[in-house]
């Protein structure tokens, strides 16, 4: 089955740690994404990439990095210097990055720094 | 600024009724509107679209209504069953922008009663 895998489940890292989250896609999908989810918020892009090795910056990049140097994986590391770490990490991708291809999204990474 | 709002965050409705969920945007320059649904620790997955050209957009149980005047659309769920529980995104895109460019609202969560 197709789809996107998004690795692990829950995280929990101690304040000042960099940690990096997986995602992987078999839907051959070239253009991938990473949003964030809080409570009582919209998803929020961190990160987008339209094909290998190239990512752009999405509305809340700071304190976050991404590497895009296969097709079907686009890791995102939360470093030390994102303010407010804890959140719920979504990573979707779509055929097409035309606003009408719908996204295909992970189960996402629920990540706790304390 | 929430360009796109879910006013409702949650709603509960009977089993066998209509569901119907609201969304509202103020930018005028988005023409295209998608709804996803997540379940809880889950992804969200597409659920329904519509161009600004149709007023509404029919598959199955699920109905999209658009209208552009008061730059409001609707979802509606007719007959609603326990599986629809779950919360509901809307998203706004404009035409010639990528999906990078994508807004959500906050969801609104739909509580099924059997």
């Known amino acids: 089955d197709g789809g996107i895998t998004q690795s692990p489940k829950y995280l929990f890292r101690k304040e000042g740690q960099n940690v990096t989250l997986s995602c992987e896609q078999n839907l051959n999908h070239d253009a991938m994404y990473w949003y964030r989810q809080d409570p009582g918020q919209g998803l929020r892009l961190i990160y987008y990439?339209?094909?290998?090795?190239?990512?752009q910056k999405g509305d809340i990049a700071e304190g976050y990095s991404v590497s895009r140097e296969k097709k079907e994986s686009f890791p995102l590391t939360v470093t030390s210097a994102q303010k407010n770490p804890t959140a719920f990490y979504l990573c979707?991708?779509?055929?097409?990055?035309?606003?009408?291809?719908?996204?295909?999204f992970g189960n996402g990474t629920r990540l706790t720094v304390t | 600024d929430q360009q796109v709002k879910q006013n409702s965050p949650s709603l509960s409705v009977q089993e066998g009724r209509i569901s119907i969920l609201n969304c509202d945007y103020t930018?005028?320059?988005?023409?295209?509107f998608l709804w996803y649904k997540k379940y809880p620790a889950e992804g969200p997955t597409f659920l329904i679209s519509?161009?600004?050209?149709?007023d509404k957009n029919e598959d199955g149980r699920f109905t999209v209504f658009l209208n552009k005047s008061a730059k409001h659309l609707s979802l509606h769920i007719v007959p609603s069953q326990p599986g629809d529980s779950a919360v509901y995104f809307c998203?706004?895109?404009?035409?010639?922008?990528?999906?990078?460019?994508?807004?959500f609202g906050t969801g609104t969560r739909l509580t099924i009663i059997p």
């Open positions: 930018n005028s320059m988005f023409d295209y």
């Open positions: 979707a991708s779509s055929s097409g990055w035309d606003g009408v291809s719908p996204l295909h």
């Open positions: 998203a706004a895109s404009a035409l010639g922008f990528g999906n990078e460019k994508l807004t």
């Open positions: 519509i161009s600004s050209i149709k």
């Open positions: 990439s339209q094909i290998v090795n190239d990512f």
